[in-house]
């Protein structure tokens, strides 16, 4: 089977417009995780009495976020890739249905060096995806993975799958070298777009404060995969935690800073499109949907 043309094409969904920005969100594809990633050591009647539906999958959406504002057309983070399909992988063809040639992006920023933000910059023959797009990368986050040995000692992951992880990232990175620009979170990037360090689900994993118009709102990345478990227990975390207790602190922080500022919200897993607002409930937090 081809990796092409077996999801169902899905135009973009309009988040801001002006005479000289538009900023789209785009959907890469949904792909189910089974609910043991989540709240590792937690037992299961205790996961689900937090859950709605307590079924043994929980979907990630893979919002990415398309910001145009010329010359600059930039994405933030490229999905998960051809060998992802037909769940996802998505991201050129539904670029292109919303009238978008990948050749004309300009910049690519990266989140984190999960491989659902940067397996799409490389397709099946080995070549770019986005011929012309620079791609930009936390400095802490590509050292960590390019390091011959990272420290895994605070990751809840299975030893033979972190091993794994580090080689198929290392070898991304790899190919992405001659187009690849590090960034500090101190770097101006763009007027339009200030990135915030927020470490711990990996050494360098940022969020970004977007400006549109007079607003300005947080792409939150990864700091939620779900809009349930973590929302209400941030403690609990992911199997994909790099460093577990550091992500845990970091999202209870995120969150509370969310809550406060009653900010628009966008995240990168939560359901298409992926706008919402942080409420605060007590000790927990709730995921509200909603541009
Ligand atoms: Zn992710």
Redesign the pocket.
Known sequence: MTSQHHHAVMQGFTAFQSANMEILVVTDGDVPYNSDCFAPGIDRPELNSVRVQSSDYIT?A?NILVISAPPHLVLI?AGNGYSSAPAAGCLPDNLKATGIDPADVTDIIL??A????INGLIDEAGLFVFPNAEIHLQEAEYNFWQSVSPDFSKSKNLPKVLKQLHQDIRQVLAAIGPKLRLFNTSDPMFPFLRPILAPG?TPGHCMFAVTAGSETFIHM??IC?DAEILFSRPEWGTI?DVDFDLAAQTRRRILGELADSQQLVFA??LQWPGFGRIVRIGNEFKWVPGR
């Open positions: 990630l893979h983070d989140t984190h999960h491989p659902d933000h689900h990345a990864d995969h994909f990168y897993h």
